[in-house]
């Protein structure tokens, strides 16, 4: 059954807003502009500006149906892995628009922020009392960012004694950040192999160490969801060669309160705020990756820093004659929002409640891999730590593929899992339900999974193949939408 609208019960098509709106309308009315002179010079704007108009209820409307196409973790289960989709709990959300948080400027005199800075001051102790590490830079945007920081404070410190090193080595179930981090530093980048275990390679590390190496890139617990346990033997291999151990924090909520990563050797690890401390992720929005650095690394942290003298608080601006920091590293000091919902989240979690959420990430991880292990195939033997990393093998001569499993999911009501990735594994499908899922959200989780790995094998092809039907949009081409974009909206006659 269709409809003129091509409304389906409550899922209504929506075309965009520049089908259904109109230049010679508007939801408002505003005056005209005074007549002024433009400072622009040839570059200002002499055309209208072209954008569609829309009642207000239509705006409305327009937007609220098209939120109901995407799927949210309010909606349900968002098992993507090493993305840590977690919910929000509106506490922080409300702390983050307290007056004095909400609406303060960077450019305001430091006697107007002394809330503001005490809370960051406070959220800097905890950061470093979690990770055992001595100094935290909190301007970093996000985790790429804070990888920046990271290496720069690192070839800071080489460069300070006269030693011009010129090789990173990265494992190669890193995050693709990584080498591209490595690479943007000016460093040569040298791929570590994983062992038949999934974790690095240690005999090949060692094989790799040099006086030229700056530095190792590792994750821990890496992207297959493994905790490296040999990272002692790692941690003093690099240093023996006077190299600095970056670790990329991304999965440091699979450990936080149970290991801290200073007592591991650690001489660098960025945190992401909005995977292990729950503040907004995806989007495109703000983001936080403060950089957590050890003794040897703690003269190299980037400005501005947050100084307390004597009951006022204020931040270091500019760099000294006998500074050995590389200077700023981005015009303000960071994203207040987030060291707000951050804060809020560790203080009502406690420690013990901290020690919790890694606890129960981890074992909300292995109830997944436990219970589906018998249909789809795991990639290494013995338990994970916050995300399950299965394969394609369970799907071999089925005809079905790791994306039309995926595609198939969107049909259950789920968004799909991580796929491809590690690229160590083939056909990867990596799941991390992380600590904020019931066993019950779990159970329907895991039943609808087995579903349909038990179809896959039956030889219901199509039903794969075809995936998804029950959603807004089909299956989309997506290598030619990547080579070919439309980058332009033109409307049709």
């Keep these: 059954m269709t409809s003129v609208s091509t409304h389906f019960a409550l899922d209504h098509e929506e075309a965009l807003i520049f089908d259904i709106g109109d230049t010679k309308r508007s939801g408002v009315d505003l005056p005209s502009p005074a007549a002024h002179k433009s400072r622009l010079g040839n570059a200002a704007r002499t055309a209208e500006i072209g954008l569609p108009g829309l009642s207000e209820p239509e705006a409305v409307r327009h937007y609220t149906r098209l939120s109901r196409k995407n799927y949210a973790i309010d909606m349900g289960v968002f098992p993507l892995g090493s993305c840590t989709m977690k919910h929000n709990p ?49 301007s970093p945007k996000a985790g790429a960012h804070g990888e920046l920081c990271g290496l720069m404070a690192i070839r800071a410190a080489h460069e300070a004694r006269g030693d011009a090193r010129k090789v990173v080595l990265v ?78 924090g991304a999965n440091f909520n699979a450990i936080v309160g149970r290991v801290r990563p200073g007592d591991l050797g650690v001489d660098a690890m960025h945190i992401n705020l909005h995977k292990t401390f729950s503040t907004p992720h995806g989007g495109g929005g703000p983001g936080s990756g403060p950089v957590v650095l050890s003794a040897a690394l703690q003269s190299f942290a980037p400005l501005p820093y947050v100084v307390r003298d004597g009951e006022q608080l204020r931040l270091v601006e500019q760099r000294d004659a006998a500074a050995q920091n590389f200077g700023r590293l981005s015009a303000f000091h960071g994203q207040m929002g987030m060291f707000v919902r951050a804060l809020a989240y560790m203080m009502s979690h406690g420690a013990n409640g901290l020690r919790r959420v890694a606890e129960d990430a981890v074992l909300n991880a292995n109830y997944v891999l436990a219970s589906l292990k018998d249909v789809m195939s795991a990639s290494f033997e013995g338990p994970c730590m916050h995300e399950a990393l299965f394969d394609d093998r369970f799907l071999k001569d089925t005809g079905v593929s790791t994306l039309d499993f995926a595609k198939a999911m969107i049909d259950a009501g789920y968004h799909p899992m991580t796929m491809y990735f590690p690229l160590v594994v083939h056909g990867a499908l990596l799941i991390e339900p992380t600590e904020s899922e019931s066993k019950a959200s779990l159970d329907t989780f895991i039943a609808d999974l087995r579903e349909l790995a038990l179809a896959a094998k039956a030889g219901d092809v199509e039903r794969f193949t075809a995936a998804p039907t029950r959603a807004p949009r089909r299956r989309l081409d997506e290598t030619q939408a990547a080579r070919k974009p439309v980058l332009r909206w033109e409307k049709q006659a």
């Excluded at 530093?185 to 090949?204: M, T």
């Design 90 to 138: 509106r506490l922080n959300e409300k702390m983050a628009r307290l007056p004095g948080f909400a609406d303060i400027h960077p450019l305001q005199p430091m006697s107007t922020v002394q809330g503001a800075l005490e809370l960051m001051e406070l959220l800097a102790h905890w950061l470093t009392t979690l990770t055992g590490m001595p100094a935290v830079a909190l």
């Design 171 to 248: 494992p190669e179930s890193a995050h693709g950040t990584n080498p591209a981090t490595a690479a943007l530093c000016g460093y040569e980048v040298k791929s570590i192999p994983a062992n038949a275990r999934g974790r690095v390679d240690v005999e090949a590390l060692k094989a790799a160490l040099s006086p030229d190496v700056a530095a190792l890139m590792l994750t821990n617990p890496n992207t297959c969801g493994l905790f490296e346990n040999e990272i002692l033997t790692i941690a003093k291999a690099v240093h023996d060669v006077g190299a600095y151990f970056y670790c990329d």
